[in-house]
């Protein structure tokens, strides 16, 4: 069900809190408009992840426990953030880990503002490289969001749930 505001012609969905006028929507308690559709939401995620620099980087290690380390992401973000490429040696845990096991997180957590988190689930593989070099490739699967500052959540006005895309044909559906 809706609440409709009187004199106008804005609707506020039960299910989220958010405002709608019309088409146009969805609007926070504030009036600002809320990135809503994945092809709203991809590009504030990655100027999230393009922003802080640096990530944790979650393997799994051989005695099942995950393992975290930071890592500097820099600018090998993917435009559609399909695709991560980290930079690293050939003898780390890391790259032992992900030809293991062909999985990684990547988390990014940004602490300005109201503050923000992304969590980046993929497919990664090990390319090496010229000498002790090697370049960690993580395939984007699935993206969780919550975004504070620009209410990205998973359920409008409930900012408990992150907001789920996953990769589905080349592009990104909304989960959650």
Known sequence: ??????????????????????????????????????????????????????????????????????????????????????????RTRKCDEITANGKATVFWQDSSGAGAWLSAACDATVEPGADDKAKVRLKVRRLEIQDYTSNITGAGTDCWKPMILERCDGSWVKVQ
């Not at 979650?58 to 975290?68: N, S, V």
């Not at 820099?74 to 690293?88: F, R, Y």
């Open 1 to 90: 069900s809706k609440v409709v505001l009187s004199r106008m012609a804005w609707v506020q969905d039960n299910a989220t809190g958010l405002w709608w006028n019309g088409e146009d929507g969805p609007y926070d308690n504030k009036w600002r408009k809320v990135p809503y559709t994945p092809e709203q939401v991809v590009p504030v995620a990655r100027d999230l992840a393009l922003k802080v620099e640096t990530a944790g980087l979650i393997t799994i290690a051989a005695d099942g426990f995950p393992r975290c380390r930071t890592v500097t992401v820099g600018k090998h973000v993917a435009e559609d953030l399909s695709e991560v490429t980290v930079a690293t040696r050939k």
